[in-house]
T-cell receptor
Framework: AQSVAQPEDQVNVAEGNPLTVKCTYS??????LFWYVQYPNRGLQFLLKYITGDNLVKGSYGFEAEFNKSQTSFHLKKPSALVSDSALYFCAVRDEGSARQLTFGSGTQLTVLP | DAGVTQSPTHLIKTRGQQVTLRCSPKSGHDTVSWYQQALGQGPQFIFQYYEEEERQRGNFPDRFSGHQFPNYSSELNVNALLLGDSALYLC????????????FGPGTRLLVL
């Protein structure tokens, strides 16, 4: 079985400050990890993924994420937040060996304050 | 290059009715997955189609069924609608699984009264 936890329902950060959105996962095999963003009344937009290799993954719009195998975490980060980054963020996992489906976390609402 | 498209954008049905939702994948993609996103929750996997066959299914009843056509487009059918089926239904397309990325459409908002 595979699962994802996003421990924070809401994250608030001031514009220009660094942001972190947390994600931990559980899979039986090697994980494929993803971050998506959802704006109001819209579908999910792909930000970045970790498949293998470098633990620091860079994605769209200046976002990056760090894969930590020992802590089973894949936190999303950005050095300097923008008001336009305010949205709902989802972490997702797929087990390399067995799963075709993505399993999503419950989401974290990010609000960047001007 | 068009992304994933879904139709209709919104739909209102009454309990007991049947509904069909449609999805066209991103160009070059051959796999379609369907997800249900209830209000305030993350998307839940319904099933995935590849080569016109259902390849994996999530924890959804048989009222949920699907189809994939030779051009890779897909339909999601839901019979005997319940109030709890009200949700955003998302289609995602991909290629080269398991490493391939799933790209999502804008979704169909279904309201069951």
């Amino acid at each position: 079985a595979q699962s994802v936890a996003q421990p924070e329902d809401q994250v608030n950060v001031a514009e220009g400050n660094p942001l972190t959105v947390k994600c931990t996962y559980s899979v039986s095999g090697n994980p494929y990890l993803f971050w998506y963003v959802q704006y109001p009344n819209r579908g999910l937009q792909f930000l970045l993924k970790y498949i293998t290799g470098d633990n620091l993954v860079k994605g769209s719009y200046g976002f990056e994420a760090e894969f930590n195998k020992s802590q089973t975490s894949f936190h999303l980060k950005k050095p300097s937040a923008l008001v336009s980054d305010s949205a709902l963020y989802f972490c997702a996992v797929r087990d390399e060996g067995s799963a075709r489906q993505l399993t999503f976390g419950s989401g974290t609402q990010l609000t960047v304050l001007p | 290059d068009a992304g994933v498209t879904q139709s209709p954008t919104h739909l209102i049905k009454t309990r007991g009715q049947q509904v069909t939702l449609r999805c066209s994948p991103k160009s070059g993609h051959d796999t379609v997955s369907w997800y249900q996103q209830a209000l305030g929750q993350g998307p839940q996997f319904i099933f995935q189609y590849y080569e016109e066959e259902e390849r994996q299914r999530g924890n959804f009843p048989d009222r949920f069924s699907g189809h994939q056509f030779p051009n890779y487009s897909s339909e999601l059918n839901v019979n005997a609608l319940l109030l709890g089926d009200s949700a955003l239904y998302l289609c995602a397309s991909s290629s080269g699984l398991p490493r391939g990325t799933q790209y999502f459409g804008p979704g169909t908002r279904l309201l069951v009264l």
